[in-house]
């Protein structure tokens, strides 16, 4: 199993969860996040004032996959959340060792 | 006899004064930073709680009652305000009752000293500040009060008012002097004893919840026709112009603060937009009884870009005046009371003065700078006094670690906001002798 996660613009997810929902996914868990990658931060002005925002907002998306579904999903969170302009952020995927559904003790894929 | 038209517009711009005070409060609240805005919204909040009864003890009275020597200060013949519920005051066919007029003063005293808060943002315990409050208002509002509101014989025939109104004869409907100017003064001081938040102006502070500055702004807007409108003491065509002038001179200094900062800054911001509605309210404060709406629109203008440059100043004198009460309220109260001696006219007021754009010379010009230098002299020399010994007697300053951890925590115990999901620990409840220490439960 794989966790697939991807740090992108806010906006982008409701995208990214109607085009894994299309694949079959059953499930994600979004995180507000900040952070900043070659964008570097922004700059805002309050009465005059100049502050860099160093952080910027970001969504954090995680998905625990089959390993035959991560290409396939890897390619929609893509087409799903790029605009081609710098800021649209990072998709990785992971190894996973267990996963276990709470509620009735299932266990690896049964648990997705 | 009382007016009655007369006192149903008083006493429903005292209310709308009073409402200023939680308008201020979301103004402050919404510009400082997420662990500080409950100590901002209190220490804004409590001055209706302390300053309402300083002002039943001896506060109307100090400020109203008759003269005791020079247009200085009142006598405390009314402390107390007892005996008092069937006397009036104002001129013969506008009479309102005392009680009246003494809740739409006391109105004024809140918000002036309520409008310091900006000076020591994040940083101030609270029963010091508390003690300050009324040192303040007993030894800066109440003086400057009568010097300038107290008419003679509003309160009775023969009684002596201040010496500014009545000897100086300058210019000022609602408080140019008495809380704008005043409250600019006084934060300088203020700011200058409590000193800097750890960090400025290196770290960024910014704004944490700009609706609720936008708000506040509005309510501000709104409560101010109380204050400038109801100024004329009586439903009449003066408080007609006093009301057209406030909301003009506001719409004017909105644009004029957005112009500035979309040429300096690029941008026109929100913050802007409701800093200029202030600023402009604060430049007509002094006038708006006594110019056309025409004129209002040139001193809102001008207070919205003097106020919005004006803002820079606190980062040349190295004051943390954190939420700018100096460039807002002390130079749109200067700018709207000079301006006074152009603009004012006796066509909007016959008890009023012709400027020098309407033939009046340079006479009441002088007037108007001579009462502005004297409110910001004697409020910045006596503010510094009794900050100086608030803070050297009872500390008025936070801790390093309660202002880095958050005042609101540290003064109150409280967080305005559940921002991260806590763990609910069992806590004590009111009168309950044991409490949970940290970590006890393992």
């Known amino acids: 199993m794989k966790l697939l996660t991807a740090v992108v613009r806010p906006h982008a997810v409701e995208e990214i969860r109607a085009a894994l929902q299309a694949l079959g996914v059953l499930g994600m868990t979004v995180t507000q996040a900040h952070g900043y990658g070659r964008q570097r931060g922004h700059t805002e002005v309050y009465r005059g004032a100049e502050y860099t925002v160093d952080f910027v907002p970001k969504a954090r998306v995680e998905v625990l996959l089959d390993d035959d579904m991560v290409d396939r999903a890897v390619d929609a969170v893509l087409v799903a959340c790029r605009t081609g302009r710098i800021g649209d952020g990072k998709v990785w995927v992971s190894s996973v060792d267990a996963v276990v559904r709470v509620r009735t003790g299932e266990r690896g894929s049964d648990a997705l | ?442």
Request: aromatic share 10%; glycine share 14%; with cysteine.
């Open chain 2, 1 to 442: 006899m009382v007016d009655t038209g007369d006192t149903a517009w008083l006493l429903g711009s005292a209310a709308l004064v009073m409402f200023m005070t939680p308008g201020l409060a979301l103004f402050y609240g919404g510009m400082v930073r997420a662990k500080s805005v409950l100590n901002v919204m209190m220490l804004t909040f409590v001055c209706l709680a302390v300053v309402g009864v300083v002002w039943l003890l001896y506060g109307y009275s100090l400020a109203f009652g008759n003269d005791v020597m020079g247009g200085l200060i009142g006598n405390l013949r009314q402390a107390g305000l007892h005996g008092l519920a069937d006397t009036t005051v104002g001129p013969e066919g506008h009479r309102v009752p005392l009680f009246a007029f003494a809740a739409f003063q006391l109105m004024f005293a809140v918000i002036t000293v309520a409008l310091l808060v900006g000076a020591v943002a994040e940083r101030a315990r609270f029963w010091p500040w508390l003690v300050f409050v009324v040192a303040w208002v007993t030894l800066v509002y109440v003086p400057l009060a009568h010097w300038v509101f107290a008419f003679d014989g509003f309160a009775g025939a023969g009684t002596v008012g201040g010496w500014i109104a009545n000897r100086l004869h300058a210019l000022d409907f609602a408080g140019g002097t008495v809380v704008e100017i005043n409250s600019g003064a006084a934060a300088l001081a203020l700011a200058g004893v409590i000193g800097r938040r750890e960090g400025w102006p290196r770290q960024p502070m910014r704004p944490h919840n700009l609706p609720f500055v936008m708000f506040g702004a509005g309510l501000l807007w709104f409560g101010w026709f109380g204050f400038n409108a109801g100024s004329a003491l009586g439903a009449s065509n003066l408080a007609a112009t006093s009301f057209l002038n406030t909301t003009t001179a506001a719409a004017t200094a909105v644009v004029g603060w957005l112009l500035v900062e979309q040429f300096r800054d690029g941008t026109p911001t929100t913050l802007g937009a409701a800093s200029g509605a202030v600023a402009g309210l604060v430049g007509i404060t002094p006038g708006c009884g006594y110019v056309e709406p025409l004129g209002a629109a040139v001193i809102g203008l001008a207070a919205g870009v003097v106020c919005s440059l004006a803002v820079g100043l606190k980062y040349r004198m190295g004051v943390d005046d954190s939420l700018d009460v100096l460039a807002v309220h002390g130079m749109g109260g200067l700018v709207g009371m000079l301006l006074i001696g152009l603009f004012a006219t006796t066509g909007a007021n016959a008890a009023g003065a012709n400027g020098l754009l309407y033939g009046g010379g340079l006479d009441q010009l002088w007037r108007q700078a001579v009462a502005a230098a004297v409110a910001l002299a004697y409020s910045l020399v006596v503010t510094l006094a009794v900050a100086w010994l608030v803070d050297r007697t009872l500390g008025l300053r936070a801790s390093r670690e309660a202002e880095s951890e958050g005042i609101d925590e540290a003064e109150h115990a409280e967080s305005a906001y559940e921002l991260a999901i806590q763990p609910s620990r069992r806590t004590s409840i009111a009168g309950a002798t044991t409490r949970t220490i940290e970590g006890s439960e393992r």
